[in-house]
């Protein structure tokens, strides 16, 4: 089973940058879809972005669009996600997921479902 292990959250004031990476020393990421997902306490959790398993097509979040890039590197059995011009309100515990299945229509990334459990994420906390 493929378990993912998150790390790379800090605290960093706004505007700043951080890049996150979800690693695998188990099975090969190999095709799997690979999410970032971020949770705030009182709230669900949600999809900020996801990578298709070839590692060519990415899709993000409205509110993180244009800030944020994910990347895959497959010899490494990592997926980073950069997270740059940072705000208050992206606070919260960034964890990874394998995706269930993923569609590409007209160019357009959508990933679906989760597959196994949570882990422990990684605290991303933006403050002045």
């Known amino acids: 089973q493929l378990q993912l292990v998150e790390s790379g959250g800090d605290l960093v004031q706004p505007g700043g940058s951080l890049r996150l990476s979800c690693s695998t020393s188990?099975?090969?990421?190999?095709?799997?879809?690979i999410g970032w997902f971020r949770q705030v306490p009182g709230k669900e959790r949600e999809e900020v972005s996801c990578i298709s398993g070839g590692g060519g097509s990415a899709s993000y979040a409205s509110s993180v669009k244009g800030r944020f890039t994910i990347a895959k590197d497959n010899a490494k059995n990592t997926v980073y996600l950069q997270m740059n011009s940072l705000k208050l309100e992206d606070t919260g515990v960034y964890y990874c997921a394998r995706r269930e299945s993923e569609q590409n229509l007209g160019g357009v990334l959508q990933c679906f479902g989760v597959f196994g459990s949570w882990g422990q994420g990684t605290q991303v906390v933006v403050s002045s």
């Open positions: 188990g099975d090969s990421l190999g095709a799997y879809a």
